[in-house]
């Protein structure tokens, strides 16, 4: 048990500073580029931050443990609604742009309806896979196109100054990824095998949180400083990205098994977070502390339904 509890905590902490690393790498070739800061707020940090969730999906499915690759990204878009963004705006509120409302959310939505469409014969098929990030590479497309002809300066996203440390940054970020998915994942797994929990509920607690936190650092932080700019599109993007890539690439490489577990209950309350965030970005022009109790509220709700299932 405590080797187990050693690997994912060890696991955990390298997650979390390999993604910042991946992410200021990734947004140094970014500026080098000249793409615009929107974008690679929406994009390029979005997909930074779900490189957790694409490592160890990837290595659960491969090695043999379905349930956590799904129930990670499940888990994952829980909490990034219903935690992170609950956190954040208790911390110091957001103003929710009209980008969020018209272009983001729309998409999250279709994408996990999407993903719930694929999800009910209880298996993710690999040309499915191949839809989802089809439908992501159309996406970004779409927003960069959009963004050239109509530039903002809506998002900062902090890169290295000297060029030389873009590389060493986002090789970095790869490779311990890359180990910190390895040792994530025997962690969970042994712990789910000495507690006698089921690798799914491993899979949407602890590896689904653990892979959500360089969204919570980031956001808390962000928030805290009151910098604004780090806004709500970036959460969504993040959700958007784990089906999309994470999904889509994992059952690309090995086609993923969805438990009826996860189809009638944990699916639903992703589905359910995302819908009930449409009215509170639409009611008033901030995200407040009352909408960031009731997310926060409603994830320990969720989580303590999950712990008392056990």
């Known amino acids: 048990m405590v080797e187990s ?3 994912l905590v060890l ?7 390999s993604g910042d690393f991946l ?28 490189a957790p969730e694409l490592f160890v999906s990837v290595k659960a499915a491969v090695s043999g443990s379905p349930e956590i690759a799904i129930g ?3 888990g994952s878009n829980i909490a990034n609604i219903a935690l992170v963004l609950g956190i954040t705006v208790l911390i110091f509120p957001i103003v929710v742009d009209r980008n969020s409302k018209i272009i983001d959310w729309p998409m999250m939505m279709f994408s996990t309806l999407l993903f719930y469409l694929f999800a009910m014969d209880n298996i993710i098929q690999w040309w499915e896979g191949v839809i989802l990030v089809a439908l992501i590479i159309a996406f970004v497309t779409y927003i960069v196109r959009k963004s050239i002809k109509s530039p903002s300066d809506e998002e900062e996203v902090e890169a290295p100054k000297k060029e030389w440390l873009t590389y060493v940054f986002l090789l970095g970020g790869l490779v311990g990824l890359k180990f910190g998915a390895d040792w994530l994942l025997d962690g969970a797994v042994g712990l789910a095998e000495q507690a ?6 491993i899979g949407v607690t602890i590896v689904a949180f653990g892979t959500s936190v360089p969204e919570l650092v980031a956001s808390g932080v962000a928030a805290f400083r009151q910098q604004t700019d780090i806004s709500i599109g970036n959460l969504i993007g993040s959700n958007i990205f784990n089906i999309m890539v994470v999904i889509g690439v994992t059952s690309i490489i090995k086609e993923v098994a969805v438990t009826d577990t996860i189809l009638a209950n944990d699916m639903l309350w992703m589905i359910g977070i995302a819908i009930i965030l449409l009215p509170m970005m639409l009611i008033g022009k901030k995200m407040g502390r009352p909408q960031g109790m009731l ?15 056990v």
């Open 295 to 309: 997310l926060f509220l409603g994830y320990a709700a969720y989580i303590g339904l999950a712990i008392a299932s």
């Open 72 to 74: 990670n990204v499940v």
């Open 5 to 7: 509890i050693v690997w």
């Open 196 to 201: 006698g929990m089921s690798k799914e509920m």
């Open 11 to 17: 696991g955990l902490t390298v997650l979390v500073f």
């Open 23 to 50: 992410v200021k790498g990734a947004v140094g070739i970014a500026e080098k580029f000249n793409i615009s800061p929107l974008v690679i707020g929406m994009t390029v940090v979005s997909f930074g931050t779900s």
